[in-house]
C-alpha cells in the first residue's frame, strides 16, 4: 500500500506538471521573442550606422561647399552655372 498514489496526490502531481510545462512554455516562447528581436536590432543598428556614415560623408561635403561659397569669386561663377545667371552683356547657352 506505501507504494500506490491517492486520487488526490495524483491530481496534484498532474496539476503541478502541467503548471511547470506552462511556465517552461511561456519561457521558451520569450527567449525565442527575445533572439528575434535582438536580430531585428542588429539590422537596424547595421542599417543606421551605414546611413551615419552617409551623412557624415555628405556633411564633409556640405562643409567644403559653404567653405568655398565664402569666396566671391566662386560664388559668383556658381550662381552663373548653376541657375543661369549672366553679367551685364553675356549671353547664356545651355548644352545639354
Known amino acids: 500500500m506505501a507504494g500506490r498514489l491517492t486520487a488526490k496526490e495524483r491530481r496534484r502531481i498532474v496539476l503541478t506538471s ?16 527575445n533572439i528575434m528581436q535582438i536580430g531585428e536590432k542588429k539590422q537596424e543598428k547595421k542599417e543606421l550606422t551605414q546611413r551615419l556614415e552617409e551623412l557624415e560623408e ?21 550662381a552663373r552655372e548653376k541657375y543661369l545667371y549672366s553679367k551685364n552683356g553675356e549671353k547664356i547657352l545651355k548644352i545639354d
Open 18 to 33: 502541467i503548471f511547470c510545462f506552462f511556465i517552461i512554455g511561456l519561457s521558451v516562447i520569450s527567449s525565442v521573442n
Open 58 to 78: 555628405e556633411e564633409i561635403t556640405l562643409t567644403d561647399d559653404v567653405e568655398k561659397l565664402k569666396n566671391p569669386e566662386y560664388a559668383a561663377r556658381y
